[in-house]
């Protein structure tokens, strides 16, 4: 087990997603601190890591504050000696269209994502830097921080400044030896269930049933397990050279995101005047860039 002796932090670890990241932790080796704002959540996500044979505790406390930051990287010191590994996990979700979304709809999803993504970070590499850690930070984005997405302008304005978050991390903690990457997951959760396109594939997991391979090879589809091993590998030493990066991972699918390039470059002599501006954008510019996910048409046997 590649992870033995590490501690790690998992925001978020109560059930879906960030449990099954906190299970491969600790099967990997490493001693987890879980964390989720239900008391009986974060009991019974221990008690299945520790069933299976695992180390882990809890720290129940809504993501967001400093405070908790504080409390769960104190937790990692105070119950195993030490901090190696840090996944960012909690979020809510708020959607609705931009006239109908409210501040707080809004304030909240940036508030766990985003805030709580900086907070814990923010204390985590403070601890790591002090101690000579060579630590790992692995903050979990979305699709949607990287497309867009109709009805989640909170949402997929945190999740794009995660990413961010984090090429400016890496270069910051370069010198520390600690790795700032985010994982971009596509799989079965709460909240894709609700979501009709994914409805068959969710069903089939929830039954035990393997997915479809429709969703699993092209659309990269699959479960939270799918996720896991990537998280575990980030974690781990031999991803010491992996930092800065944006990786998806889905069912049989692993991404490498590129970061934002200029795509066109064009030069006038005078610059680019409203005039010039009407009379030449399209030609200087080229095709213009698509936003939203595509998704490919359902097989009839799928389709609801």
């Known amino acids: 087990m590649s992870l033995n002796g590490k501690v790690a932090i998992v925001t978020g670890s109560g059930r879906g997603l960030g449990l099954a990241y906190a299970q491969e932790l600790a099967k990997q080796g490493a001693s987890v601190i879980v964390n989720d704002v239900d008391e009986v959540v974060a009991s019974e996500a221990v ?35 030490r901090l190696d590994i840090l996944v960012t996990n909690a979020g809510v979700l708020r959607d609705k269209v931009t006239w109908k979304m409210s501040d707080e709809d809004f304030d909240l999803v940036v508030n766990v994502h985003l805030r709580g993504t900086f907070t814990c970070v923010r204390e985590a590499a403070t601890r790591m830097r002090e101690d000579g850690t060579a630590g790992r930070i692995i903050c979990i984005g979305s699709p949607t921080g990287q497309r867009g997405n109709f009805g989640q302008a909170n949402y997929s304005a945190a999740k794009a400044g995660i990413v961010g978050m984090v090429r400016t991390w890496s270069l910051e903690l370069k010198k520390a030896g600690i790795t700032a990457n985010v994982v971009i997951p596509v799989a079965a959760t709460a909240m894709t269930k609700t979501i009709p396109f994914f409805a068959s594939a969710v069903e089939a997991d929830e039954r ?8 699993r090879h092209e659309l990269g589809f699959g479960t939270a397990d799918d996720v896991a091993g990537l998280i575990a590998y980030l974690a781990s030493d031999e991803a010491a050279s992996v930092t800065g990066q944006a ?13 934002p390039e200029a795509v066109a470059t064009a030069y006038r002599e005078g610059g680019w005047t409203y005039d010039a501006l009407q009379s030449g954008f399209a030609e200087a510019v080229g095709e213009l860039q698509s936003v939203g996910e595509k998704m490919p048409q359902l097989p009839d046997e799928l389709a609801r």
């Open 47 to 81: 008690a299945s890591i520790e069933q299976a044979g695992g180390t882990a505790s809890a720290v129940v406390a809504p993501v967001g504050p400093t405070e908790t930051a504080k409390q769960l990287v104190d937790a990692a010191y105070d119950r195993y000696g």
């Open 247 to 259: 990786i998806g991972v889905g069912g049989d699918r692993l991404q490498l995101w590129s970061h």
């Open 208 to 215: 035990g049933e393997a997915m479809p391979e429709f969703f």
